[in-house]
């Protein structure tokens, strides 16, 4: 047979603990009460529990000091805090303390039984193996640290805040720290804030009734209602509107969202991770994001680190980013010479993992298929190539005048050799020189115009056909 779920219940009203003692004793779980701390701490003493619900403020100790002494001695328990409105400070301090969520009084059973159930998710899955669990690659104390951290937020309810560089991997970052969640058997929806329109961003995160505007033909659900019961990424949280950041702020709060052009709101339970390259201190100083709003999604800030902070862990990502894209495109993986592995352990990358990975792509295309040299991983960049070190070094050291040219010149004689090279490359074929060079064919068909590369063809707005 198996044995009961246990909760402890930490409240000084008489009232609370009985309505919670009901309504998880509906759930088929059993109970232990304490109207204080000290009585809290002597029942986390006598046996083990599923779940610890305290409330905030209690004479002889708050229940953030339950919440600490809990992470010290009960590690692994899951803590939710029962506040006042008016304290939601207090919670906000409980939730980075380790408190997995929180529940504002007076208590709504729709909002109790959720968290008791993802409490329970957590308890069950504290046990369970996970080998994919953390998948971010590298050894360096940086990324140890942001293992450690999703580590533990998977296990909070709490709003978290990433923070970092483009292409620092923020979205991978959210996408573990729900993955390993109570939440991961739910949706992810991750949503690029710059990129929705602004007459559609109510829409599009709330959802709409048919008719409400022209070409609304049928109901249709927002991004909210999708993750419903799941983690909805807000990234690049920093484009939205003013009017919007009111919007989300209220959804937020209230945990519901009302449809354009509906009359009632609708409960959604949804945890929100937020990102963006930009500082948002610094935009809410400016009064471009709303104060309330940022302490709202700033509960918990996880910073991911630049490459360039981390630069022993480029090899092994430079390998594992080769073998995922040979995998793709079915070829055998060739190998990162040793002077080509130091050579990327030196580069800034300011357009971090993508820079990356677009080098390892451009430079697969070019090496002979075994090795990858020096020469292959500059090719079409501004960055000089070993030989070109080798000899720039060689005219210092002889005393000789480096050549006289300024950086414009110099870095549009660079493209044109790229460029012509890719060109012979793949016979004339523009789309697969584009390809190869990592742009776009349209920005392809400019650079050759500004270099005086083009041909007559090459202008024609609508000459698309680069097959000649």
């Not at 207090?90 to 997995?100: Q, Y």
């Not at 104390?141 to 937020?153: D, G, N, Q, Y």
């Not at 090899?315 to 990327?344: F, G």
């Not at 030196?346 to 090795?371: T, W």
């Amino acid at each position: 047979m198996t044995q009961k779920l246990t909760c402890l219940i930490v409240d000084d009203e008489t009232d609370i603990r009985e309505l919670l003692t009901m309504t998880l004793e509906r759930m088929d779980i059993d109970t232990y009460s304490a109207s204080n701390i000290q009585e809290a701490k002597s029942l986390l003493n006598q046996r083990q529990y599923a779940l610890c619900l305290t409330d905030m403020q209690m004479p002889g100790g708050t229940g953030l000091d339950l919440v600490n002494y809990i992470s010290e001695f009960h590690p692994g328990l899951p803590v939710a805090v029962i506040t006042a409105h008016a304290s939601a400070e207090n919670a906000v301090s409980a939730l980075k303390a380790g408190a997995f969520d929180y529940l504002s009084k007076p208590i709504s059973l729709k909002q109790l039984r959720p968290v008791i159930e993802f409490a329970l998710k957590l308890t069950s899955q504290a046990s369970a193996s996970k080998g994919d669990a953390l998948e971010m690659i590298g050894d360096s104390e940086p990324m140890v640290h942001v293992r450690t951290m999703i580590a533990k937020l998977a296990r909070s309810q709490a709003p978290v805040y990433i923070s970092g560089e483009s292409g620092s991997g923020k979205e991978l970052a959210a996408k573990l720290i729900h993955k390993n969640s109570s939440r991961g058997d739910g949706a992810f929806i991750a949503v690029n804030c710059g990129a929705i329109p602004e007459n559609l961003m109510e829409s599009e995160f709330f959802g709409y009734k048919k008719g409400s505007f022209t070409g609304a033909n049928q109901d249709k659900e927002g991004m909210f209602q999708a993750a419903n019961g799941g983690t909805l990424f807000l990234d690049e949280v920093a484009d939205l509107p003013l009017a919007m950041q009111v919007k989300l702020l209220r959804a937020i709060q209230e945990k519901k969202v009302r449809m354009v052009g509906g009359t009632n709101e609708e409960a959604v339970d949804v945890r929100i991770i937020s990102a963006t390259h930009k500082n948002l201190a610094e935009m809410m100083d400016a009064g471009l994001f709303r104060q309330d709003l940022y302490y709202r999604l700033n509960v918990i800030q996880l910073k991911m680190p630049s490459l360039r902070d981390r630069p022993t862990d480029i090899p092994l990502l430079a390998n594992l980013l080769l073998a995922k894209l040979c995998t793709y495109q079915k070829i055998s993986m060739p190998e990162l010479d040793s002077d080509a592995q130091a050579y990327i352990s030196k580069m800034q990358f300011p357009g971090n993992v993508r820079e990356l990975e677009n080098m390892l792509e451009r430079a697969l295309a070019m090496s002979d298929g075994k090795m990858i040299t020096i020469e292959d991983l500059s090719y079409g960049n501004s960055h000089p190539t070993g030989s070109e070190l080798n000899s720039q070094k060689s005219s210092t050291l002889n005393g000789e005048k480096p050549l006289e040219l300024n950086l414009s010149d110099y870095l549009e004689d660079v493209e044109k050799k790229a460029i012509v090279k890719a060109l012979e490359k793949t016979n004339n074929n523009k789309t697969a020189a584009a390809k190869l060079l990592g742009v776009s064919f349209r920005t392809l068909r400019y650079r050759l115009s500004k270099l005086g590369l083009a041909k007559e063809s090459d202008l024609d707005p609508n000459f698309e056909n680069d097959e000649t």
